[in-house]
């Protein structure tokens, strides 16, 4: 990956159903992460997160990165890629190991880690993550760190999530065709998780909906983690499609009329405002009144708050928000959501951005660059994460061993 000096160059690319987006991040010296590039490009051949078109995925990607290049004026040869899509299934498990000496070392977590992970899964799926909720040393639960801690039977619960081989490796190769290493490919729901849900909101409770293009994907966080995780088969194309067929235009006219004009909520338009709408087959435009528009978006929209309802109540976990929900993805943007869903919902909604970063680069400050972003700041932490835990090796005297590697190939998966 190319570099400047000392300092590290990561990209984030989030492959998308409507635009993949690649993102430029820089870590300084000084540990300080900077966006210095962003690039985007319509998305022809992935459907619902799956690649169905690889000629089209590609081109979509090589262009994202091409003006992510020349944005940040650097050659990427090198990303982190999100997975998404209805394939992805989640579930908790857990795992327990007697501690080898009276502290818990680095060696029994891996140990505990590896005894939760061995679990049998269809052979065409693969366990894209294992995410650590908590450690118990002996009856003391709720523990983050267990290393250094003294006691006999170490145990740990996590949250597995798993996706289809073909559609994590469809991913791969239309990065890979384009010239790109994969370092790592991770679910996006946890990489725009990164990039706007605030400690605070995990430890008090919090649902993170990403309504994406083909599917919506929620993740509740409580205590500080991951508990629960759901992909839920629709999302904004199902709004386009309803504009399409209700005002009889074609899609891509449905799609820039919602985001032209589109509203949560017919209430929030008044009733003599008109909007030119292309018809299908017509040249000219027709005027219809843009409460027609918001009358099509406003059920739909309904109707994915609902299921997102449904899902945290049989996720066990209703009464455990105290945060509220945050929203993602590009239906994110459509005006008055966060005031429909929290009358639909009942709790607080907000408009998740990733401020940390899009406040000294605003091009990102954008719910549709939550993974993007999520994934360089999540490389970053990763990265510096090592280094620290590499340097107090050197520093006793011991150098890195493959327990150490493996042990840090968990610590990346906790987001």
Same mark, same amino acid.
């Given at each position: 990956m190319a570099r400047k000096d000392r300092d590290q160059i990561i990209v984030g690319l989030d492959v998308g159903t409507h635009k993949v987006a690649a993102v430029v991040g820089e870590v300084k010296y000084d540990g300080s992460l900077e966006i210095i590039g962003v690039g985007t490009a319509p998305s022809m051949g992935i459907k619902k997160g799956v690649v169905v078109n690889v000629g089209e995925t590609m081109e979509a990607i090589k262009r994202a990165v091409h003006e992510a290049e020349l944005m940040a004026g650097i050659t990427v040869n090198a990303v982190y890629v999100t997975i998404s899509g209805n394939h992805l299934r989640s579930f908790n498990n857990k795992g327990a190991v007697t501690v080898a000496t009276?502290?818990?070392? +680095?060696?029994? @977590? #891996?140990? %505990?880690?590896?005894? *939760?992970?061995?679990?049998? =899964?269809?052979?065409?799926?693969?366990?894209?993550?294992?995410?650590?909720?908590?450690?118990?040393?002996?009856?003391?639960?709720?523990?983050?760190?267990?290393?250094?801690?003294?006691?006999?039977?170490?145990?740990?619960?996590?949250?597995?999530?798993?996706?289809?081989?073909?559609?994590?490796?469809?991913?791969?190769?239309?990065?890979?065709?384009?010239?790109?290493?994969?370092?790592?490919?991770?679910?996006e729901l946890l990489a725009s998780a990164r990039a706007v849900l605030e400690a605070d909101e995990r +430890?008090?409770? @919090? #649902?993170? %909906?990403?309504?994406? *293009?083909?599917?919506?994907? =929620?993740?509740?966080?409580?205590?500080?983690?991951?508990?629960?995780?759901?992909?839920?088969?629709?999302?904004?194309?199902?709004?386009?499609?309803?504009?399409?067929?209700?005002?009889?235009?074609?899609?891509?006219?449905?799609?820039?009329?919602?985001?032209?004009?589109?509203?949560?909520?017919?209430?929030?338009?008044?009733?003599?405002?008109?909007?030119?709408?292309?018809?299908?087959?017509?040249?000219e435009t027709v005027l219809r009144k843009r409460q027609l528009l918001c009358d099509i978006i406003e059920p739909r929209l309904e109707e994915i708050f609902r299921y997102i309802e449904r899902e945290i109540s049989a996720s066990k976990f209703q009464d455990a928000i105290g945060s509220g929900l945050v929203l993602t993805g590009g239906t994110a943007l459509l005006p008055g959501i966060a005031e429909f869903g929290e009358e639909l919902l009942g709790l607080p909604v907000r408009i998740g951005v990733p401020k940390k970063v899009g406040a000294q680069f605003p091009p990102v400050a954008s719910p549709i660059y939550a993974a993007a972003v999520g994934l360089v700041m999540q490389a970053a932490a990763e990265e510096a994460e090592m280094q620290r835990k590499s340097e107090a090796k050197l520093a006793r005297g011991r150098g890195g061993t493959g327990v150490v590697g493996r042990f840090f190939s968990w610590v990346r998966d906790v987001v």
């Open positions: 009276r502290e818990v070392s +680095e060696e029994d @977590v #891996v140990r %505990v880690l590896d005894n *939760a992970n061995a679990v049998q =899964i269809p052979a065409d799926r693969q366990i894209l993550h294992t995410v650590p909720q908590e450690f118990v040393v002996d009856e003391n639960d709720g523990i983050k760190e267990p290393i250094g801690i003294s006691g006999q039977r170490l145990q740990v619960n996590v949250h597995i999530m798993t996706a289809l081989n073909a559609s994590v490796q469809n991913v791969v190769q239309c990065a890979e065709r384009c010239g790109l290493h994969v370092l790592k490919t991770t679910a +430890e008090l409770g @919090v #649902v993170h %909906v990403d309504i994406g *293009a083909g599917t919506t994907d =929620i993740a509740i966080y409580h205590n500080g983690y991951i508990v629960h995780s759901a992909v839920l088969p629709m999302g904004g194309d199902h709004i386009t499609s309803d504009i399409a067929v209700g005002m009889r235009t074609p899609k891509s006219e449905a799609e820039r009329v919602k985001l032209a004009h589109g509203a949560a909520q017919t209430a929030m338009v008044s009733d003599d405002e008109t909007i030119e709408v292309a018809c299908v087959g017509a040249r």
